[in-house]
């Protein structure tokens, strides 16, 4: 597997107990995953609501691991600055969501942080090949955002493949990550499709006897042996 294949594994924290979040990241980061995805929902661009930029700030402390603040948000340029600023090393914005999605890509970089594209499952790869330059993260939706425990979307797989190969032909530093319905079952076939970077909620929290260490495991190991 070449360098750049290893697989990451980032945590959806919105299965966790919300009265109890800064536990949970110090469980996240104890078992091994990578980068911790805030969901950030604001009842309109998604039928939920989550937290902001406060919550994030709070829980920052605890753990020295990488945040990614994913905005499911209509607008998402008068905040931006917010979530640098609670510590989240990558800013998610949806392609949706932004009027001028160059300017915004630019402006992430200025306040000091990674970008990255999140693209619903009925919006094209089209509607970013104009400023993958931009982008550090891209990230494919394998289900509707706004909850989670939702059923995988296989047919985001050819998406998945050819934001694969826009990359690699043009040679670009991005991380391609996936969302949603992520486990045992489906991540093998994300990764296939060209997917590095995946991202889980339900899968990585334990039921009854399990522990978070074990699933992020066996998710770590389906997702490379897939890539090998
Ligand atoms: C969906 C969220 C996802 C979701 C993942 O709106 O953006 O991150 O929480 O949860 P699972 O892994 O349960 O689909």
């Not at 597997?1 to 594994?9: C, R, S, T």
């Not at 392609?95 to 919006?123: D, S, Y």
């Not at 990550?177 to 076939?189: L, R, Y």
Request: charge should be negative.
């Amino acid at each position: 597997m070449a360098q750049g294949d290893a697989p990451m594994l980032v945590a959806s924290v919105l299965p966790a107990d919300f009265s109890e979040l800064g536990h949970a990241v110090q469980e996240i980061e104890k078992a091994g995953v990578d980068r911790i995805q805030w969901d950030v929902m604001d009842g309109r661009f998604v039928p939920n609501l989550t937290f902001g930029a406060d919550v994030i700030k709070a829980c920052r402390p605890r753990v020295q691991m990488g945040f990614e603040a994913h905005l499911m948000v209509e607008d998402p340029d008068p905040l931006l600055d917010t979530w640098v600023d609670a510590g989240c090393e990558l800013v998610i914005v949806h392609a949706e969501t932004c009027k001028h999605l160059h300017r915004t890509l630019g402006r992430i970089h200025e306040l000091g942080a990674r970008a990255g594209v999140a693209l619903n499952p009925a919006t094209p790869l089209d509607a970013v090949t104009n400023v993958l330059d931009l982008t550090d993260l891209l990230l494919v939706m394998t289900v509707n955002p706004g909850f989670g425990g939702q059923a995988y979307i296989a047919s985001m797989e050819p998406k998945i493949a050819a934001a694969r190969a826009e990359i690699d032909s043009r040679g670009l530093d991005i991380e391609l990550e996936v969302d949603g319905g992520i486990g045992p079952k489906t991540i093998g076939a994300a990764a296939r499709a060209g997917a590095r970077v995946f991202c889980a909620g339900s899968a990585l929290f334990p039921k009854q006897g399990e522990t978070m260490t074990d699933r992020a495991a066996a998710l770590r190991a389906a997702a490379t042996e897939a890539i090998a």
